[in-house]
């Protein structure tokens, strides 16, 4: 729970490139948005990640569904 008593959502964590179109990924450039678990549930990935970040999800380069995290990008127990 945090500080004020009320618990984490779980949020799931998508990296992506603006510049990745498909493919084989070998940048390093990504950036890191933490999506509500929530919202990938009702929408499905690639919907979530579009409503979520304004971003289409042709750049998404990795998704992680199996650890899920806090909004701030920690791990969530």
Known sequence: MTESGKAQQPHMQFEYDLSYRGGSYAGTAYKIAYIPARVIDQMGLEEGFRQWTGVDPI?????????????DGNWLD
């Open 59 to 71: 750049h998404i380069t990795f998704y992680d569904s199996d650890t899920l995290y806090t909004e």
